[in-house]
Nanobody, 121 residues
Framework: QVQLVESGGGLVQAGGSLRLSCAAS????????MSWFRQAPGKEREFVAA???????TYGDSAKGRFTISRDFANDTVNLRVSNVQPEDTAVYYC???????????????WGQGTQVTVSS
């Protein structure tokens, strides 16, 4: 069974920092990529950052500069640190995992339930 557990959301003051974590529980799967997306009120979900199985990191255009993604391969956890948070960072942040079942090549995507981040000015 595949499961993603997100934590670290909440209310944060502008200018502060926050750290989101996403832990994957898995059975007989290979994890290829773990990512963060976010969806602000009234907007489409957008890509924030991702880290591949070999440690390659990519960031979305809105995340360059203040966002840092890291992955703990031993514990199947991906973290997202945001510094100098701004009101426009208010959104539901979703963890995403791209994986395949052991012994197969087909890739699947799994979403976490999301964690709310609210930035007060």
């Amino acid at each position: 069974q595949v499961q993603l557990v997100e934590s670290g959301g909440g209310l944060v003051q502008a200018g502060g920092s926050l750290r989101l974590s996403c832990a994957a529980s898995r059975l007989n799967i290979n994890i290829w990529r773990m990512s963060w997306f976010r969806q602000a009120p009234g907007k489409e979900r957008e890509f924030v950052a991702a880290v591949s199985s070999v440690g390659r990191i990519t960031y979305g255009d809105s995340a360059k500069g203040r966002f840092t993604i890291s992955r703990d391969f031993a514990n199947d956890t991906v973290n997202l640190r945001v510094s100098n948070v701004q009101p426009e960072d208010t959104a539901v942040y979703y963890c995403n995992m791209e994986y395949s079942l052991v012994g197969t090549s087909a890739r699947h995507t799994y979403w976490g339930q999301g964690t709310q981040v609210t930035v007060s000015s």
